[in-house]
């Protein structure tokens, strides 16, 4: 997993309450297991048309945004379904940290096992950068997860809070298989033991 250090970006505000999992990833993108490639598929409801063609309202498809890597959101992002495509939709699209002041319980924690870092705040402090996003490619964040804060444009910070173990598992890039892996010498040593003792299984 692809570690997560400081991360400077344009964030694009996207200013919906109540944003669920399927808004983010439509059903008919599920057909797949693989992370990569649902970039496309990314709230397409919102970003095209019914013809295909993208929709120039809505916020990703506007020229200062394309390449965020930041979103700002409304209260209870991720809500709905468990599905953990919407957290890989995002990634693969270049999203690499959202922002709201509330976030689904599942859609959470799958997003730390996935390399996006979600971070809480508090309504005013959500304003406050809804602000700075709106001033699109004239303004960019600085999201410091050793230092756990947010940097503006302005040099205002925001600190966040953050769980230890997940703030480390970003840092060192680290998922539940890259957990897994720090154990290879034990687990070789056990398996070793295994074929001498019981040979039979």
């Known amino acids: 997993m692809e570690k997560f250090i400081v991360l400077n970006s344009v964030a694009a505000p996207l200013k919906i309450i109540n944003v669920d999992t399927d808004m983010i990833i439509p059903k008919q993108y599920l057909k797949t297991i693989k992370r990569t490639g649902l970039g496309k598929g990314l709230f397409s409801e919102q970003r095209y048309n019914d013809d295909g063609s993208e929709n120039p309202d809505f916020v990703l498809n506007k020229p200062a945004y394309r ?7 409304g209260d209870n992002f991720g809500c709905g379904s468990s599905r953990e495509h919407a957290p890989w939709a995002l990634h693969d699209f270049g999203i690499r ?9 599942i859609f959470y924690n799958n997003c730390f096992k996935n390399g996006l870092l979600p971070i809480r705040v508090t309504h005013e402090q959500l304003d406050k950068l809804f602000d700075d996003a709106e001033r699109g490619a004239n303004a960019t964040l600085t999201i410091d997860l050793e ?6 444009p302005d040099g205002g910070k925001i600190k966040f809070d953050i769980d230890p173990f997940r703030k480390h598992c970003l840092l060192n890039g680290l998922d539940d298989i890259g957990l897994t892996m720090q154990k290879k010498s034990s ?13 039979w299984l």
């Open 147 to 152: 230092n756990q804060e947010i940097r503006g």
């Open 67 to 73: 390449q965020a890597s930041i979103l700002v959101a």
């Open 97 to 105: 940290c959202v922002i709201s002041t509330s976030f689904g319980d």
């Open 187 to 199: 687990i070789d040593t056990f398996e070793a033991k295994e074929k001498v003792e019981r040979p």
